[in-house]
């Protein structure tokens, strides 16, 4: 069992050096600054609904409701969420493992992202590049808007290499020892990232940059259109995945636990893998030019992908129920009432859970052809991902902020208090918001509509029939604002807290069955225990260069009969600005 | 590491029956997600309005708007009991809009675009067809009810996208 211990192999520095803790907390901090823009313009569009219309007030700021919730897209969707993950998918790992990782890649990753987003930032907030965070042509932005993208999608490759260079040394080490669980988890995250991109990316670098620059004069919808759902729906997986990393590597041990099965997360995380890529066009259920044969399967391996969040929800489930029994919980409930409710980073991530149990259901309705015809581009849409990427993930990333900032820092965490008051408003807000969106979906409410801008005889007339879902639409934003601003308060306030005593360690949790999951803190050195009983299933699915490539076949596999048609009949559509 | 500091042999017995549970919620999970995918596909089958068809692409989607069939499109009647009708999105309204169509009679509607995306969803029906520059997709439905049924825009199509409103009136079907 200690075989690879004694073979005078310096341990590893088990703290993280200085930098590594800045370039993480730079990653944070840009991250939560996309999303304290896109939060605080977000309730503007939920009062929309409710047929209450901001933006002439908002002059010259944001001219339009579309420009506000282009800007709230891109920074919510992409910028919040790939800084976030970027940081975390690399300094987890070499936390986890205890190697420094490549500096100069990671810092040339966040570079990258940031110069995309000021890009971005100008092009959204001068009105040149209205498009929405779907930005399908021939709606026509600013070169900036497109260049800058493509340079966020860029950068956001970039923890690929770092993760795998870690693994490689980690296991040149140690021959023979399986990946350890968070590497895993991260290593998984970022291969599917990586097929996942190809799609926007061709779309951006192919067609999109050179139409934008004037190099060409007409673009091609469909294509443009199939080749960002390549990349949209697999997105999901990247804004989630990083959250089950938390989910299950990290918050079995803050709610005083164990993850109840190690072998199951990495089955969860290879499966998400393999489904999440090839099935992006059951987006478009609706749209002509996809044979109806290939929606059929779309939609069956679509509803495959519940399976790994099946799981998920068991295997989460039972640990929080170990950490719960452990703490004296009896009963049926009583292991969940006993959880550690008031410690807001467990608090968030639980929330964030449940949540999640309905998002999934959600997912499950428009991944089911018949059904997402009634809801497909309904506010439905939109009240689904609130609760997805808007809740379990961004709610999940606020409570890792709330351990992870005084772990970077050495600082005191501003007021438990009002973190665990942001906590529970921001799950309240987002669940009144999403029952509303969903509910006015289902009267045929289009989503992403400026609705509060029409004559009010037309809204009433149109409209009124969902005129109680829509004002709980308004309602939940309202409370999403205050939610957004004791979170605020709390983030800026625990950068500039007081110095602590004690160093405030990363919850590494341990998993059941032998040590497959490697626990590091203050006291431990790195993962240095091979483990003395491989799972057999563990071991299979170590081979994550075999999974990828059998993916990247079977999404061509794909792809090629959806796009053969497109390619044999091109569309040439010229470039329109009508905003 | 100071928690997880479970009674003596209650990590083993929790780990037992956790193992056992896990194999009869995956086996749960993949009945149900069949199920469903039988469901889905009966459903889509029996199309209900629900399965958007191809019917041709055009290499310059502006020029739809000046050319047959789609210019001055109108109600057509097909068959005994069928008509069709060539439904043109343009920035930001409905062509033909009011449109009249029988109740009980299948309907199909043959849509595009001839400029950026558009979403033809018919309010209150299973009716939701991207309109595509380039492509003319297909839907057939029956309006079972008579009444006024709103053309409701629901891709983003720039500063008018919420007004893009048509409207389709179904007429009752004469007594027989």
């Not at chain 1, 799609?199 to 960002?228: C, K, N, S």
């Not at chain 1, 044999?568 to 559509?573: L, P, R």
Request: charged share 10%; net charge neutral.
């Amino acid at each position: 069992m200690s075989a690879v211990v004694g073979r005078g192999i310096a341990l590893p520095a088990v703290h993280a050096d200085a930098a590594e803790r800045r370039t993480m907390l730079a990653f944070l901090v840009w991250g939560f600054s996309a999303l304290l823009i896109g939060a605080a313009i977000g309730p503007l569009q939920a009062l929309n609904y409710g047929g209450i219309d901001a933006y002439p007030y908002l002059h010259p700021v944001l001219q339009t409701y579309y420009q506000g919730l282009t800007v709230h897209g891109v920074l919510n969707g992409y910028i919040f969420t790939f800084f976030i993950t970027c940081g975390l998918l690399v300094y987890l790992p070499a936390r986890e493992l205890g190697l420094s990782p490549n500096m100069a890649l990671w810092r040339l990753c966040l570079g990258t992202m940031a110069v995309g987003t000021l890009m971005l930032l100008y092009a959204m907030f001068d009105n040149s590049s209205s498009v929405l965070w779907t930005f399908y042509p021939p709606l026509k932005g600013s070169a900036f808007f497109y260049l800058g993208l493509t340079l966020v999608v860029v950068g956001s490759l970039l923890p690929l290499p770092i993760v795998l260079d870690l693994r490689a040394r980690w296991k040149a080490l140690r021959p023979g020892a399986l990946t350890p669980l968070v590497t895993y988890m991260s290593a998984a995250t970022m291969l599917m990232w990586l097929l996942a991109a190809i799609g926007a990316g061709i779309e951006l670098v192919v067609q999109l940059d050179p139409w934008a620059l004037g190099l060409t004069d007409t673009v091609d919808p469909m294509i443009g259109r199939t080749l960002f759902w390549w990349t949209g729906h697999p997105i999901v997986y990247f804004w989630l995945m990083p959250a089950y990393v938390s989910w299950y590597a990290l918050l079995p041990k803050q709610a005083g636990g164990k993850l109840v099965s190690d072998p199951m997360a990495r089955l969860t995380f290879a499966l998400l893998l393999v489904f999440s890529l090839p099935v992006g066009s059951h987006h478009q259920y609706d749209d002509p030019g996809i044979s109806p044969i290939w929606k059929g399967i779309l939609a069956a391996l679509t509803l495959s992908v519940a399976l790994p969040s099946l799981i998920t929800a068991f295997t989460l489930g039972l640990s929080l129920e170990y950490a719960g029994r452990l703490r004296g919980g009896r009963g049926w409930i009583g292991w969940f009432t006993a959880l550690p409710w008031r410690n807001a980073s467990v608090a968030a991530q639980v929330l964030a859970m449940l949540t999640f149990i309905f998002g999934g259901a959600g997912g499950i309705v428009n991944g089911s052809w018949q059904l997402d015809n009634l809801v497909h581009n309904t506010t439905w849409i939109p009240g689904h991902f609130h609760i997805t990427v808007g809740t379990a993930t961004a709610m999940t990333f606020m409570g890792v902020a709330f351990w992870m900032l005084p772990h970077l820092t050495g600082r005191a965490p501003f007021s438990p208090r009002l973190a665990l008051a942001s906590v529970w408003l921001w799950f309240v807000g987002m669940s009144v918001f999403a029952l509303g969106m969903h509910w006015s979906g289902l009267h045929g409410v289009p989503r992403r509509a400026w609705v509060s801008y029409l004559p009010h005889s037309v809204y009433e007339r149109v409209y009124g029939a969902a005129h109680l879902p829509l004002l709980l639409v308004a309602a939940g934003g309202v409370i999403l604002w205050l939610a957004t601003i004791a979170f605020y308060i709390v983030f800026a306030g625990s950068l500039f807290g007081r110095r602590l005593a004690t160093p405030v360690a990363i919850p590494f949790a341990q998993a059941f069955g032998g040590k497959e999951s490697y626990a590091i803190d203050d006291t431990e050195p790195a993962g240095v225990v091979a483990d003395p009983h491989l799972s057999p299933l563990a071991k299979l699915l170590d081979h994550l260069g075999v999974l990828t490539l059998f993916t990247a076949c079977v999404t061509l596999a794909a792809y090629i009969p959806i796009f053969w048609p497109f390619i044999t009949h091109m569309t040439a559509a010229q470039g329109w600005k009508v905003w | 590491m100071s928690d997880s500091a479970a009674p003596p042999g209650f990590e083993e017995a929790f780990h037992q029956a956790a193992e056992r549970h896990e194999r009869v919620w995956v086996f749960i999970a993949i009945v149900l997600l069949s199920l469903l995918m039988a469901g889905t596909l009966f459903f889509v089958v029996l199309d209900y309005g629900v399965v958007v068809q191809t019917d041709g692409y055009r290499a310059d989607p502006a020029s739809v708007a000046t050319t047959p069939p789609f210019a001055d499109a109108a109600l057509v009647r097909t068959g005994p009991n069928a008509y069709a009708v060539h439904m043109l999105a343009h920035l930001w309204t409905w062509t033909p809009s009011p449109l009249h169509v029988p109740q009980g009679a299948a309907i199909t509607f043959y849509v595009t675009s001839s400029d950026v995306l558009h979403g033809f969803e018919v309010q209150g029906t299973t009716i939701n067809v991207t309109a595509v520059p380039g492509i003319v997709g297909s839907v057939t439905y029956t309006f079972a009810h008579p009444g006024t049924y709103y053309i409701i825009c629901n891709e983003f199509c720039g500063i008018e996208h919420q007004a893009m409103i048509g409207r389709i009136i179904v007429d009752p079907a004469r007594p027989a």
